[in-house]
């Protein structure tokens, strides 16, 4: 019988993450989902747990796959590659260091045959160290403003694991992973999904826990490869824009999110040969949007950063994670 839902989950270096994730996929309710796990070369002992934690339920055995790459591929390509080998007539995706509530799949799946939906979505929690933040997602009584809300990064979270989708808008060709993104891959999806989705719906509970307590998490640290992903994500969309014929409509929410973007890498990365590096990134449409940024550290950053006096950029930029490090506590 063919699956109803299929779980991907790309599988790399979560040897303390990966046994919760998995009892939390294999204790759901709903009975027929095909788990399709992704083992993108880790180098640490994850898969074997995994495989110690499927022993455990010898009823959910016969309906998970491991696909083995075999080179690491990173998590945009890995999750191609579990939606390529799965048959489920919705999708959903799964960090490998987070979990789900016993009841996410059955009461997003049954919401979706009920209004013949092709997107649900639900809430989530931030699991940090010390507390818990819960977020609410949004989605508009007018179905056709959720693209705009999503390419606004705004009101609607562009986060693709809070969301049960139809199988078939993976299989279009504009909606599938893009390999040389690591970092955005799921926005960038969910942008071209929304595009052409026509039944958005919400559920209002909090079925994701979304866990920032991994410290070797891919969005744990900014690095030069989150400035490549970046420049990639604003390539590609730029040219879906285009293809659809939408870009000039969107030019002037296209042009803030790359300077938005920017300004949260300089403003969160640590390393002054980056921050020097980049500094000229986006700089003929910087100075168009400054005064949008909320924050006047962001403000600053990017001024000292505009003239070259990276050492003072660096010292707020410290000053002001000490400050959130001191605040979030």
């Not at 989605?139 to 609607?156: A, G, H, M, Q, R």
């Not at 040389?180 to 595009?195: G, K, T, V, Y």
Request: aromatic letters at 16%; hydrophobic letters at 40%.
């Amino acid at each position: 019988m063919k699956p109803n839902v299929s779980i991907i989950v790309p599988v790399y270096n979560v040897s303390n993450y990966i046994e919760r994730c998995a009892h939390s996929l294999f204790m759901q309710t709903h009975e027929n989902i095909e788990y399709v796990f992704v083992n993108d070369c880790t180098p640490d002992d994850s898969i074997e747990k995994l495989q110690k934690v499927i022993e455990q339920y010898p009823e959910r055995k016969p309906f998970v796959k491991i696909i083995n790459n075999r080179i690491n591929k990173g998590t945009s390509a890995s999750r191609q590659v579990g939606i390529d080998n799965s048959t489920g007539k919705y999708i959903q995706l799964v960090d490998n260091d987070d979990w789900i509530e016993p009841d996410m799949v059955e009461t997003m799946y049954k919401k979706a045959e009920q209004e013949q939906a092709d997107i649900v979505v639900c809430d989530f929690v931030i699991e940090k160290r010390n507390s818990k933040e819960y977020h609410h997602d949004f989605v508009p009584d007018n179905n056709s403003d959720y693209f705009i809300y999503i390419l606004k990064n705004e009101v609607c979270y562009g986060y693709i694991w809070t969301k049960l989708i139809r199988r078939e808008f993976f299989e279009l060709p504009d909606c599938r992973f893009v390999d040389e993104l690591c970092w955005l891959d799921d926005w960038f999806a969910l942008i071209r999904i929304s595009f052409y989705a026509k039944k958005i719906i919400k559920i209002d509970k909090s079925f994701y826990h979304y866990n920032r307590t991994n410290i070797n998490a891919q969005t744990a640290q900014r690095t030069e490869w989150h400035f490549k992903s970046c420049i990639v994500f604003f390539q590609k969309l730029e040219d879906f824009l285009q293809n659809k014929k939408i870009f000039e409509k969107n030019f002037d929410i296209f042009d803030f999110l790359k300077v938005d973007f920017k300004v949260l890498l300089i403003t969160h990365i640590n390393s002054y040969k980056l921050r020097k590096k980049y500094a000229y990134l986006y700089r003929d449409i910087e100075m168009k949007y400054i005064n949008n940024f909320h924050f006047k550290s962001e403000k600053l950053i990017l001024f000292f950063t505009h003239y070259r006096l990276f050492l003072l950029a660096h010292i707020v930029q410290r000053l002001l994670a000490l400050k959130i490090k001191i605040f979030t506590k």
